[in-house]
């Protein structure tokens, strides 16, 4: 069985300061790890996802996220957040074995404000 | 190429009636999941499906509900005799195939269900 812990339900923070939304996650196997953001009404939209290969993962709209495998962790990090990245942030694991079938975290509501 | 469909945007049941959620892939994905995502939580796999083959039901849960994906039209996720704790938002995902290294899920935009 997988878990996906994200600490933070909320986050707010200023326009062009950076941010960091934290993502801890357990397994017993390999594997994928994605973060997906959720604007208001709407579905989710893949920012990005690590498969293998670089622990430093670059996604759209200039987010990043590095793989720790011994801390378990897949944090997500923007050096100088806007307005419009106001959103649901969701951490997603899957095992690679069946890998589209996706454990999703609890969310975090990153608030951006001027 | 439009995305992932999915109707009605909104639907509103009474107790004990019927709801069907709709949702047609992406052009060439065959591959369909639902999720259901209830207030202030994440996303919890329900289904996945393939053209005419429930693949894994794992997080259906054991009484009401039912999905299916025929080989003509949407995949239907059908909830039977609904009650108040079924209001959420469903969201249904296609992909082209099951490898999350060519095959990321792409999602619609849901259908939120709420039960009076």
Known sequence: ?114 | NAGVMQNPRHLVRRRGQEARLRCSPMKGHSHVYWYRQLPEEGLKFMVYLQKENIIDESGMPKERFSAEFPKEGPSILRIQQVVRGDSAAYFCASSPGQGASNSPLHFGNGTRLTVT
Do not use: M
Request: overall charge neutral; aromatic content about 12%.
């Open chain 1, 1 to 114: 069985a997988q878990s996906v812990t994200q600490l933070d339900s909320q986050v707010p923070v200023f326009e062009e300061a950076p941010v960091e939304l934290r993502c801890n996650y357990s397994s017993s196997v390999s594997v994928y790890l994605f973060w997906y953001v959720q604007y208001p009404n709407q579905g989710l939209q893949l920012l990005l996802k690590y498969l293998s290969g670089s622990t430093l993962v670059k996604g759209i709209n200039g987010f990043e996220a590095e793989f720790n495998k011994s801390q378990t962790s897949f944090h997500l990090r923007k050096p100088s957040v806007h307005i419009s990245d106001t959103a649901e942030y969701f951490c997603a694991v899957s095992n690679t074995g069946t890998a589209s079938k996706l454990t999703f975290g609890t969310g975090t509501r990153l608030q951006v404000t001027l």
